[in-house]
Structures are given as C-alpha cells and as structure tokens.
C-alpha cells in the first residue's frame, strides 16, 4: 500500500511541477510580450498586423521589414531567402521581432496525401494527423511554419468547389478530423523547427454559401450556426490550434472579416481563444464590393472593430489604421490586443529564440515512411460501393484493360490545392498495376478520354478496341484536378465529357467493368452505378493513389473507407444530408414519376416530402461502405434504459466478420432526441471506432453516451439535454442497423 501511495506522490509531484513550470513559462512569456508592446511605435504595431506575399529579396521588401511594416509575409519558399529576410527582421529592425512565413500547405508539401475529403472518407483520426506531420516535417524545411489548414467547414452541397478541402457534411466527424490536423501540423511542440501554426478555416460557415458558390452569401439562424457549422471550430480552439481565418461569406448580411458576433462575442469571450485571427486573401478589401463597407479606409476600420488581428494581403491596416487611430475612431488597445495575439504566436513558435530554418543537404521529400503513409492514407479513404463479385480481380484473369481518363493523370490525381507537387513523383494506377502484374497478368492500356472533358468518339472506340481482348476492364473515371478546389464550383456535378458514353460502350463488351472514380467531390453517378459491376469511389488519391488502388483491385488491400458526405442521385437534391429534420409528412407511399398513371388523378399520389424524379433517398448515404468481406451487427445492448442527468450509458454492440477476409470496419454510433422543444433531426453522429476483426471472428464495440451527447441548443440559446425519450443505433451506416430505446429522466 505504501508502496502505491509513495509512486502516486511522485507521480503528484512531477505533474504540478511540470504545470508549474508551464505556469511559470507562460507568465513570462506574457510579461516579454507586454514589454515589447511597451516600446512599440503605432506604425510597428500596425506592422505587425499586415501580411504580405513573398517578393523575394526586393529592395522594397528589405526596406519595409527594417522599418517594422511587415508581421508575415506568405508564399516564399526558398529557405536561403526567408533566412536572409529573417536577418533583416531580427538584426536589422529597431525592435528585432521575426517574421512568420507563411504557405497553403492543405494536404501535402511535396508527398501529396488524399485531399481531406478523401482522409476524412478513413474515419481515422491518425491518417489525418499523419498527413498533416508528412507537410509539416516537409514544409519546414523551406522556411514555412504557418499553414492556412485545415479547412473544417462542414459542407453539404457537392457542388461548391471546395468541398474537397473539407471533411465533409458532419460536425463531429469534421471536427474529429480537424483536430488530428492540428495535431499533425502543430506536433507535440509547436516551437520545435518541424512545427507549423495550424489555421482553422473559414470562420465561419463557408461550406453554406447559396447555390454552392465560392464567396456567395449565407442566411443562417444562430441555432443552425451553433448546432452545424461550430463545433469544428471550437474542438479547433480546444486542442490549442494556431491561428483562426475568417471567412469570404457574409452570415445573415454581416461578412465574416467584419462580424463582432463570430469574432469578438463567440471566438474570444465565449471560447477565450487566444490566438492569432487572421483575415483571408484580401477578404477586409472585399467587404467593399459586399457593400458593408463604403471605401478600404472604412474596411479597416470595421474588421479592427470585430477583432481580425491580421491583413492578409489587403493593406486596410498598412495604410489607414494610423489615421483611424489618431482619429479616436479606434482605440489603440485594440491594436494592443491583436499584436499581443500575434507574438503570442511567434513565441510559441519558438521563432524568438530560434528564428533561421536550417538549411539541410537533404530535403525531407518522398522518404520511404511517407510514401507508405500517403499509400495507406489511399487505401483507407478509398469507398467500396458496390460490387457484383469482380472485386479483388481474381487469379484466374489473364488480362485487364486499363482505361479511362483518370488512369494515368499523374497531375490530376494529387487534387487541388497542391502547389508544390511535383506531378512527376506522382504514381499512377496504370504504373503500378503494371508493376503489380508483372508477367502474370497481361495489362492492355488504352486512355480513350485524354482528360476529363474530353468528347473524343475516336478515343472511345479506342479504348472499346482494346477492352474487348482483356478478362477485366478497370474504368478509371472521375474530374480533373482543376473542376474542384477554390472558385471551381460546378451547378452540374455529373462525371464530364463523354465518360458515361464510354462506360456504355465499354459496358456493351460484355465484359465485367470496374468503376474507379478518382474526384474532388461527390459526383452523380446512378446511371454510371447501375451498368458497372463494381464502384470504387476514390477521391483524388494523392502522391501514391496508384498503388493504393492497384493493392485494393487485386485484393492485396481489403477497402474500409466509408463516405463522408452523401452522394446523391441527382443535383436537383441538393442539400441532401443524413441529419436531416423531419417534416410533419414524412415521405412514404412513393409514387416515382414513371409510374405515375396517364390521367391519375392528384390524390392518387398520396401527400409526403419526396421528389418525383428522385423519391427520397441518396444515391448513397453518409457513413456508406462495402468491404470485400461481410459484417454482421447484431442487436444493440444498453447498460441502462432509464438515464438520469449526470450518468453515463454504455451501448454496445457484437459485430461479426462473416466473410473470408480478415478486415476493418466503422462500427458508428447515431443518437436521434425522439421529441423535442425544438424539431431534432432523425440522427446525429456521435461516436465512431475502426475495428480490426479477422476472418470468422467477432467483437463487442463499446460506445458511452453521456448528457453531453444529448444536449442541443434550444430555442432560449441554452445547451442542454432535455428529458425524453432517445433512440440508439450502433450501425454500419447512417441508413442502416436496428437500434434501442432509452429514457433521460
């Protein structure tokens, strides 16, 4: 016994010296930022607040570092330059005060994992932190430790570009994802040279826009805000992200770079955030054109006002803050606040004490263990959706046709936001089923469609040629690289080109044919689901999406990616999203149009919420995902059917492997609040584990439910859980599982 209690007094002792220490650290550093602050003039203050592109060593850049004007500058990439403008900055300028540099880094630096979309599509937290650690270890090295990611606007329509960015249409899964980002980029010490500063972008609600535009406009009630778009954020701010950006759209009439509400009132009096907000590219200047603010004088004013510490990019702050300053417009304390927020960063970052980027013999790209993590990252966010018994390609094939747009774009399969990919490390399918095939299978490669919107009839005819001598035909489909990502918004969302012309005709072979869709988003795809015999949904797959692919077709690789936003059947759907609310006639007794009798009369069709042409259900829903084995759930357990506020439930649930392949599996955990003050919507995601389960062997998956899970913000603006009754499901999917009852007291 004593022998416990003198280990738990050590134990004791080491923990509150060490947050002692951490105390002491943090005061101190506090104590050298309200000394520099001190001896700051208006124009360095202002200085610190503006954020400028890379010019490389300009006489004008020089000049304006030594006088203090310049805080961060973005987009400069060569480690001997940003060392050079370092030296200015720290030996040069009256105060010494280092520089941020700055890049988009979204999804790799030089090894290129899956867009987020595609990580967010493993349902495992460690492939996006260690896509995230893969960019920092190799951006760093440039001189690069501010990264604008990752991007947590949760997004449900497909058609806006940059769903690709995102984590899709979830806020617990998005902020799941999100937070082992920040964990990757920042790692276990921010102020360690292979670190970078997180940003959590856009702040807030962006995935929203109106008709799936870039930088279109959102009307959100506070409600949908805080139950929706959120949580991503504030997990972001929980586990001690970077930085903040606001976002280009204006909420309810107020853009996001001017709005107090998000900014001052949420972000620091509710969540005590006490990190750099920094404004996105020019996003204070467009507040202009928003027609919020009259002239950039103006711009500047508003966005000091409602908290942006930082000018990306807009020059509001450089050339006006000291006039609305020494005008009593703004009081100087506020710029005391932002600059605070930005040291504050800069120490953390440990750039005071270390401030030059090594310059290394060898840079850290394309090493073994990157590679591998950028494979694996593939071939878990890879999404099996239907397979007719094609897939893996079994021993007994002879030849594959390896066809399709998508099949050798080493370009196109890294995705957007990717400026410093090198396409030429970029291994495509088509190389790697090669490799893997060697001799043993024969590979008969034809194109047919050079790019994604190609309508080449010839190509076609082509690819049909070739497909016709093959066992196989592996149809690499999908969109080029540059239809998602920023400003790349599509109002029609169907594969490009001829391509569903060229699965007809491939489809007429007779032969079986394997759908492999490589996108930036979802895609409709019913009629293009319905002639294959195998969809594999793989997102733009990154540096190593060849060989993940090629180790799933040919079974080397079992798929256990499960979609992260729902793919509808046609756009005319959109929104369509699984936690949706119930209207007071939910659809049923569904009447399509085609079957719609000539001459029946309105009655006949009964009254419920569907679309004719569409009926009611996604092409796919969220959560969705085959494997090459199969799973049993059986019935959901509860520790308790009676909760009382305070208590924790345990739901659990065996899942079964009952196929032939050892295998993992999302076992995912939905909660509906059967009535409430307000209408809830019919399930949310609260919980979700990736389990290994062999061949023949089950596992008992565990989920605890406490009052935090229940509570929503109701109609007074308070979150809390309300007494009632609550359904459980523990499931493969959003559309899938039997659940249980329990009442909250």
């Keep these: 016994m004593n022998r416990y209690l003198n280990k738990f007094c050590v134990l004791a002792f080491s923990v509150s010296t060490s947050l002692a220490a951490y105390s002491q650290a943090d005061t101190a550093m506090e104590q050298r930022i309200d000394e520099l602050v001190s001896k700051m003039t208006l124009q360095e203050k202002i200085g610190q607040m503006n954020q400028l592109t890379g010019t490389g060593l300009s006489d004008d850049m020089k000049s304006m570092i030594r006088a203090g004007k310049v805080g961060s500058i973005l987009n400069e990439l060569d480690a001997k330059t940003v060392n050079e403008l370092q030296r200015i900055a720290v030996e040069e300028s009256r105060l010494h005060i280092p520089m941020i540099f700055a890049r988009d880094v979204i999804h790799g630096f030089k090894t290129i994992f899956p867009i987020p979309l595609g990580q967010a599509a493993s349902w495992n937290p460690q492939v996006a932190e260690d896509g995230a650690r893969v960019a920092a270890l190799e951006a760093t090295s440039a001189g690069i430790r501010w990264t604008f990611a990752p991007m947590i606007d949760v997004s449900r329509d497909p058609r806006w570009g940059r769903i690709a960015e995102s984590c899709g249409e979830d806020p617990y899964l998005t902020s799941v994802m999100g937070a082992a980002m920040v964990k990757g980029f920042q790692g276990e010490d921010l102020s360690s040279p292979t670190s970078m500063a997180a940003c959590a972008k856009h702040f807030a609600a962006y995935g929203a826009t109106e008709s799936g535009k870039d930088y279109n406009t959102t009307w959100i009630p506070e409600i949908q805000l805080r139950e929706v778009f959120l949580p991503p954020f504030e997990k972001a701010a929980e586990v001690g992200a970077a930085s903040f950006m606001c976002s280009f759209n204006d909420i309810n009439g107020v853009p996001s770079s001017g709005n107090k509400f998000l900014n001052r009132d949420i972000l620091r009096d509710e969540w005590k955030y006490d990190g750099v907000l920094v404004s996105d590219w020019g996003s204070i200047e467009q507040m202009i054109p928003h027609g919020f603010c009259k002239d950039l004088k103006d711009a500047g004013l508003k966005a000091i006002l409602a908290g942006v510490d930082m000018d990306m990019m807009g020059y509001a702050y450089l050339i006006h803050l000291e006039d609305l300053v020494k005008s009593g417009q703004v009081d100087e304390k506020l710029l005391d606040e932002s600059v605070r927020n930005i040291l504050r960063m800069k120490f953390r970052l440990g750039l005071f004490d270390n401030p030059y980027t090594e310059i290394q013999k060898e840079q850290p790209f394309y090493t073994a263990e990157s590679l ?329 998956v565990s989920f605890q439910i406490t009052e935090k899970d229940l509570a929503y913000w109701n109609a007074d603006m308070v979150k809390r859980a309300e007494a009632g009754e609550f359904e459980v499901w523990i499931a493969p999917s959003s559309a899938a599982g039997t659940s249980a009852s329990f009442i909250l007291n």
């Design 372 to 700: 591998q993590k950028a494979k694996n990252a593939a071939i878990e966010g890879a999404v099996l959706l239907k397979n007719d018994g094609v897939l893996p390609v079994k021993n007994t094939v002879k030849s594959v046709a390896v066809v399709g747009p998508l099949s050798d774009a080493q370009a196109d399969q890294v995705g957007t936001w990717c400026f410093d990919a090198e396409p030429e490390h970029s291994v495509t399918p088509l190389t790697a089923i090669k490799e893997l095939c060697g001799k043993d299978v024969k590979v008969i490669a034809e194109q047919g469609l050079t790019y994604s919107r190609d309508k080449s009839e010839d190509g076609i005819k082509k690819a049909v040629a070739a497909a016709v001598k093959a066992d196989v035909i592996l149809f690499f489909a999908g969109e080029e690289a540059v239809l998602s990502g920023e400003a790349r918004c599509r109002a029609d969302i169907s594969l490009p080109g001829a391509q569903r012309e060229m699965l007809k005709a491939l489809k007429a072979t007779g032969k079986p044919v394997v759908m492999i869709v490589m996108a930036g988003r979802p895609l409709t795809i019913p009629e293009e689901t319905e002639m294959a015999d195998a969809v594999l949904y793989a997102f733009h797959g990154g540096t190593m999406a060849g060989p993940a692919l090629a180790d799933l077709l040919f079974g080397k690789a079992v798929p256990s990616g499960k979609l992260p936003v729902t793919l509808p059947r046609m756009v005319g759907q959109v929104p369509i999203y699984y936690a949706h609310k119930n209207t007071g006639r939910p659809a049923s007794n569904i009447t399509l149009i085609d079957d719609i009798e000539i001459g029946a009369k309105q009655t006949s069709l009964g009254f419920t919420s569907y679309h004719l042409d569409a009926g009611d259900s996604p092409l796919f829903p969220f959560g969705y995902g085959l494997s090459y084995t199969t799973f049993k759930y059986g019935d959901v357990k509860l520790s308790k059917t009676n909760m009382n506020k305070g208590d924790v439930l345990i739901a659990t649930c065996e899942v079964s492997n009952t196929g032939k392949y050892d295998a993992d599996e999302v076992v995912q955990l939905y909660i509906r609040d059967k009535v409430g003050s307000l209408v809830r919507p019919v399930k949310e995601l609260k919980d979700f584990k990736k389990v290994a389960i062999k061949a023949g062997q089950s596992r008992t």
